[in-house]
Nanobody
Framework: VQLQASGGGSVQAGGSLRLSCAASGGRFSLYTAAWFRQAPGKEREFVVVSNWAGGITSFDESVKGRFTISRNSAKNTVDLQMNSLKPEDTAVYYC????????????????????WGQGTLVTVSS
């Protein structure tokens, strides 16, 4: 499956953005989907994961209550709604997919994902 991320941009602190990850070459509903992010000079870090066939979702503590993930089967996309954005959310956001599934609360390492989108930049100014 090939992934294409979009929706990044610049926003002031407290604002919102919606990222979308479109899949081609496969049904996204059959893949566990995740978002990771990488800030300048830092390693790529986990944001959220949505398991297929069961819908177990886990968030990093830093985004809980502010970010939500949703699936659109008709469009074959997985979207990340980001609210109450903070300057520390500034990063390149990557969507990823795998056929694996993860237990509730488990934070999967990025090496568990075989498919990656190209990244979309989110900049939050104070």
């Amino acid at each position: 499956v090939q992934l294409q991320a979009s929706g990044g941009g610049s926003v002031q602190a407290g604002g919102s953005l919606r990222l979308s990850c479109a899949a081609s070459g496969g049904r996204f509903s059959l893949y566990t989907a995740a978002w990771f992010r990488q800030a300048p000079g830092k390693e790529r870090e986990f944001v959220v994961v949505s398991n297929w066939a069961g819908g177990i979702t886990s968030f990093d503590e830093s985004v809980k209550g502010r970010f939500t993930i949703s699936r659109n089967s008709a469009k074959n996309t997985v979207d990340l709604q980001m609210n109450s954005l903070k300057p520390e959310d500034t990063a390149v956001y990557y969507c990823a997919a795998t056929r694996s599934r993860f237990s509730s609360g488990l934070i999967p390492h990025r090496d568990r994902f075989e498919h990656w989108g190209q990244g979309t930049l989110v900049t939050v100014s104070s």
